[in-house]
């Protein structure tokens, strides 16, 4: 193998751009690894720990690009970096007819003057000095960038809600705002109901499930992961749900967390009873009893949370239901017929940590202790989150995955690899994964992961077993993929297809454990 790298200054790029651009590196021939990052110290850093730099390259900064690639000889990786004009310059040429590219928000600001949003995308330790900039302009901030402090995430949001505006991160992948999408979002129908979401692919996943129920939504708004934490307090949560109960398009209110402070908890399902508005509430892994407000109603999974939420908006006692699947135990049999004694353990590679978060919550209840590098709980932390032991779940979102590397969302050579790696293993019986669709993701997600499915059920079919796929694709058919259509790509290939998360977690339980059924 041979590393390369290069780095082209002042030449600023954002950070869904470089991960678009890592992608497009990594398909090239003979690379296995690619990485394009903003030049920082930190970045730098993460480059040579991850193998893709080897001495400290020549002094640059921040609005330096560096690009690295690995690859199986020298001659192809020099190839690859020549490419690099190349593959940046089609993106740009893709927005020929739009507006000149601006680059300050003062310069943003004397094109747009209206606008009341600004998105900063920019390495964490300048993404304060661009947040507070909005907010002094009187801007809501959706806040990509991650690597921000605590300190600083609370400074920002603090000084942001005093204005009376929205702080929406740091590290917030997906927002959809009266219809528009930011970052990570799917297309999504407008309709009665208001997201607020601490987590990413769950806040996907509630909008994509309430859209395919025949509902929609007024605004979704991310918080980032931090924001119920008890050193944030809720601050942008707190604020949004006074926005979203103000709002007179939004009449139902739905919440989500990962497992949030239980002081803090107890302050936003005050601030929802102060609205006056019907809720739902989901706070993964959290075992809070509902309150004694019947118009507050605690659920466990992102499921029973969009279908709640889809209940309240239709009126009392009008459910509407996603379409059931009663063939999957029927195929589902043909894998424990054939199944052989050894093969008794499930592996879960997902792209959305909040998707795995369910999928172990949902698990546990038939499989019992389920590990992780992102546990529900600390008992069942991976002491290494490449190497999977019992029954596993891997957020391969995590940063540890993503050092020098794009979002699996973008780029599936790390999961296909993973596949490959535990299809090998003649313990493992059932493959549970998550495809998530929207903006910015893979434009064919299905697609990237079809040579691995193919591969890993050769290599087990070889070895005389048999091992089961079982997969959720998280969107809509407005989405730019197709829900259809990528649904469509797997079961062509054999695997189980589910249309939540939460049935498809079921399904691949009840699988693992030869059959036995759980509660519904």
Same mark, same amino acid.
């Given at each position: 193998?041979?590393?390369?790298?290069?780095?082209? +200054?002042?030449?600023?790029?954002?950070?869904?751009?470089?991960?678009?651009?890592?992608?497009?590196?990594?398909?090239?021939?003979?690379?296995?690894?690619?990485?394009?990052?903003?030049?920082?110290?930190?970045?730098?850093?993460?480059?040579?720990?991850?193998?893709?730099?080897?001495?400290?390259?020549?002094?640059?900064?921040?609005?330096?690009?560096?690009?690295?690639?690995?690859?199986?000889?020298?001659?192809?990786?020099?190839?690859?970096?020549?490419?690099?004009?190349?593959?940046?310059?089609?993106?740009?040429?893709?927005?020929?007819?739009?507006?000149?590219?601006?680059?300050?928000?003062?310069?943003?600001?004397?094109?747009?003057?209206?606008?009341?949003?600004?998105?900063?995308?920019?390495?964490?330790?300048?993404?304060?000095?661009?947040?507070?900039?909005? !907010?002094?302009?009187?801007?809501?901030?959706?806040?990509?960038?991650?690597?921000?402090?605590?300190?600083?995430?609370?400074?920002?949001?603090?000084?942001?809600?005093?204005?009376?505006?929205?702080?929406?991160?740091?590290?917030?992948?997906?927002?959809?705002?009266?219809?528009?999408?930011?970052?990570?979002?799917?297309?999504?129908?407008?309709?009665?109901?208001?997201?607020?979401?601490?987590?990413?692919?769950?806040?996907?996943?509630?909008?994509?499930?309430?859209?395919?129920?025949?509902?929609?939504?007024?605004?979704?708004?991310?918080?980032?992961?931090?924001?119920?934490?008890?050193?944030?307090?809720?601050?942008?949560?707190?604020?949004?749900?006074?926005?979203?109960?103000?709002?007179?398009?939004?009449?139902?209110?739905?919440?989500?967390? +990962?497992?949030?402070?239980?002081?803090?908890?107890?302050?936003?399902?005050?601030?929802?009873?102060?609205?006056?508005?019907?809720?739902?509430?989901?706070?993964?892994?959290?075992?809070?009893?509902?309150?004694?407000?019947?118009?507050?109603?605690?659920?466990?999974?992102?499921?029973?949370?969009?279908?709640?939420?889809?209940?309240?908006?239709?009126?009392?006692?009008?459910?509407?239901?996603?379409?059931?699947?009663?063939?999957? +135990?029927?195929?589902?049999?043909?894998?424990?017929?054939?199944?052989?004694?050894?093969?008794?353990?499930?592996?879960?590679?997902?792209?959305?940590?909040?998707?795995?978060?369910?999928?172990?919550?949902?698990?546990?209840?038939?499989?019992?202790? !389920?590990?992780?590098?992102?546990?529900?709980?600390?008992?069942?932390?991976?002491?290494?989150?490449?190497?999977?032991?019992?029954?596993?779940?891997?957020?391969?979102?995590?940063?540890?995955?993503?050092?020098? %590397?794009?979002?699996?969302?973008?780029?599936?050579?790390?999961?296909?690899?993973?596949?490959?790696?535990?299809?090998?293993?003649?313990?493992?019986?059932?493959?549970?994964?998550?495809?998530?669709?929207?903006?910015?993701?893979?434009?064919?997600?299905?697609?990237?992961?079809?040579?691995?499915?193919?591969?890993?059920?050769?290599?087990?079919?070889?070895?005389? %077993?048999?091992?089961?796929?079982?997969?959720?694709?998280?969107?809509?058919?407005?989405?730019?993929?197709?829900?259809?259509?990528?649904?469509?790509?797997?079961?062509?290939?054999?695997?189980?297809?589910?249309?939540?998360?939460?049935?498809?977690?079921?399904?691949?339980?009840?699988?693992?454990?030869?059959?036995?059924?759980?509660?519904?």
């Amino acid at each position: 193998m041979a590393i390369a790298s290069v780095i082209k +200054k002042n030449h600023y790029q954002d950070s869904l751009k470089l991960m678009q651009l890592s992608r497009k590196l990594g398909l090239l021939p003979g690379v296995s690894k690619a990485s394009a990052i903003m030049a920082t110290e930190a970045n730098l850093k993460m480059l040579r720990e991850a193998g893709l730099i080897g001495e400290m390259p020549e002094p640059a900064g921040a609005g330096d690009l560096i690009v690295a690639v690995e690859a199986e000889s020298r001659a192809e990786a020099e190839e690859a970096l020549g490419m690099l004009d190349s593959l940046i310059a089609p993106s740009a040429q893709k927005q020929g007819g739009a507006a000149e590219p601006v680059k300050s928000l003062d310069a943003a600001l004397s094109v747009f003057p209206g606008a009341n949003i600004a998105l900063v995308s920019v390495p964490g330790e300048y993404a304060k000095l661009e947040c507070a900039k909005a !907010i002094e302009n009187g801007l809501h901030t959706f806040l990509f960038s991650d690597n921000v402090t605590m300190e600083e995430e609370i400074e920002l949001k603090k000084r942001a809600s005093r204005r009376g505006l929205l702080v929406m991160g740091p590290g917030c992948g997906t927002a959809i705002i009266n219809g528009t999408g930011l970052g990570f979002a799917n297309v999504v129908n407008k309709g009665p109901i208001g997201v607020i979401a601490a987590a990413g692919t769950g806040m996907q996943e509630v909008t994509s499930l309430v859209n395919n129920l025949g509902s929609g939504i007024t605004h979704a708004i991310g918080v980032g992961g931090r924001d119920l934490s008890e050193e944030v307090g809720g601050i942008t949560t707190l604020d949004a749900l006074k926005i979203l109960g103000g709002d007179e398009g939004t009449r139902v209110l739905l919440v989500v967390s +990962k497992p949030p402070s239980r002081k803090v908890a107890e302050k936003v399902l005050h601030e929802i009873r102060e609205t006056g508005k019907p809720a739902v509430v989901c706070f993964l892994g959290h075992g809070m009893r509902a309150p004694a407000d019947e118009k507050i109603k605690l659920v466990s999974t992102l499921e029973e949370a969009a279908y709640a939420a889809c209940a309240l908006a239709a009126g009392k006692g009008r459910k509407r239901a996603l379409p059931a699947d009663d063939g999957w +135990k029927k195929e589902a049999g043909k894998y424990l017929r054939a199944r052989k004694r050894g093969q008794r353990y499930l592996r879960g590679l997902f792209s959305g940590g909040t998707l795995c978060y369910e999928a172990q919550q949902v698990l546990a209840e038939t499989l019992g202790d !389920i590990y992780s590098n992102a546990p529900l709980d600390r008992k069942n932390r991976l002491k290494d989150s490449n190497v999977s032991v019992g029954n596993t779940c891997v957020d391969l979102g995590e940063e540890e995955f993503t050092v020098g %590397r794009p979002h699996p969302m973008i780029d599936s050579t790390l999961r296909n690899e993973r596949l490959l790696s535990e299809a090998g293993r003649p313990d493992v019986a059932v493959i549970l994964f998550d495809v998530v669709l929207g903006y910015v993701a893979s434009p064919d997600p299905a697609g990237d992961l079809l040579p691995a499915i193919k591969a890993a059920g050769a290599l087990a079919k070889k070895k005389g %077993r048999p091992l089961a796929f079982v997969s959720h694709v998280c969107g809509t058919d407005g989405d730019p993929q197709g829900l259809n259509e990528q649904e469509e790509k797997l079961r062509k290939e054999g695997v189980m297809v589910f249309p939540t998360n939460a049935l498809a977690a079921k399904a691949a339980g009840w699988i693992t454990a030869g059959g036995k059924d759980i509660g519904n």
